[in-house]
């Protein structure tokens, strides 16, 4: 998994900071490091999607992977970062018949926290499908811009309620929090893990649905030819760019964003090919001979109960990030 680390983030611009009025000092600038406060404004937080939607645009149409960095990160920022280096190469004039992105009947949910990194959401209706977009912005610090970390698709019924705090704003999760002692069952910094596990063996208090019991079930269909063998390697993500981000539901749950990472190595016997798309060529390092292995990133949306029940894996992107064929 290696290979991720040429996927290299870059930030750019000072977007605003927060001012609080101080007595008889006057007004302070007060950035959040050790204060309490919105994570931004709702005319921050649409400049944010404002920007976001006009240059996604233009990179996405061009095929312009180093300008999309400037507006996505963590493991969204690696998957599209990736196709869009592979669509470059197949298609150096851009994208033909782009459909350029619009967002509608825009909700913002906005937490108020101390420190760093500052998330908001965006729940948002789009020109792309009937599905909402749950749209999650970070940034690490007052001097950076904000960009797209996380992205679930949902359809609007199963959307869920989020809970607010007494001022009226996102009640927000931080990471070390919502363990089985605090009546969740399991903390949100504990979710990339276990799920890494549940892959491997079963285990684990997780759902049964097409992201849980259905993946691993595939894996064991992809192997009943004897001739082909795929070997398959799950693990948490760890470094703080692929941090999960949380909040309460209404109904008392925590809803979840996590990344996990996710090697499979395909091998095939002397004489059998393994197909190789133009897109996969492209990314591709070496030639797939006998062998092709997938570094890929995954970010997915959970449901965790309050109490002891099964989470539930609601929401799924997965892809490839580097290639090797040997």
């Not at 999607?49 to 006009?54: A, I, K, S």
Request: glycine share 10%; hydrophobic share 40%.
């Amino acid at each position: 998994m290696r290979l991720r680390a040429r996927l290299a983030k870059s930030t750019a611009g000072l977007l605003a900071s927060l001012t609080l009025a101080a007595g008889l000092s006057g007004c302070i600038t007060v950035h959040g490091e050790e204060a309490v406060v919105p994570a931004a404004t709702e005319g921050e937080a649409r400049a944010a999607l404002d920007r976001y939607v006009e240059i996604s645009n233009v990179a996405k149409r061009d095929y312009d992977a180093e300008q999309n960095r400037t507006i996505e990160s963590g493991g969204l920022g690696d998957i599209d970062f990736a196709g869009i280096t592979a669509r470059a190469e197949v298609y150096p004039d851009g994208a033909e018949d782009f459909e350029p992105l619009a967002v509608s009947d825009t909700r913002f949910h906005i937490p108020q926290q101390m420190g760093w990194p500052k998330f908001f959401v965006a729940d948002t209706a789009t020109n792309q499908g009937r599905n909402r977009w749950l749209m999650f912005f970070t940034r690490a610090g007052i001097d950076e811009e904000w960009r797209l970390n996380y992205l679930a698709s949902m359809p609007a019924a199963e959307v869920p309620e989020f809970a607010e705090d007494e001022d009226g704003y996102l009640d927000d999760i931080p990471a070390g929090e919502g363990g089985a002692s605090e009546g969740y069952a399991l903390a949100p910094g504990d979710l990339s893990a276990a799920y890494s596990v549940y892959l491997q063996s079963g285990e684990g208090p997780f759902a049964e649905g097409p992201y849980t019991s259905d993946t691993r079930t595939a894996r064991d269909q992809a192997n009943s030819d004897p001739a082909s063998f795929t070997e398959y390697r799950d693990e948490p993500a760890e470094e703080a760019e692929y941090g999960p981000l949380a909040m309460r539901t209404a109904d008392g749950d925590a809803f979840v964003m996590f990344t996990s990472l996710h090697d499979q190595r395909q091998t095939v016997a002397e004489g059998r090919e393994i197909p190789v798309n133009e897109l996969t060529a492209a990314l591709m390092e070496g030639e797939a001979r006998t062998s092709l292995t997938l570094e890929m990133v995954g970010i997915q949306a959970a449901l965790v109960p309050a109490g002891q029940g099964q989470i539930q894996v609601v929401s799924q992107m997965k892809d490839a990030v580097a290639i090797t064929g040997e």
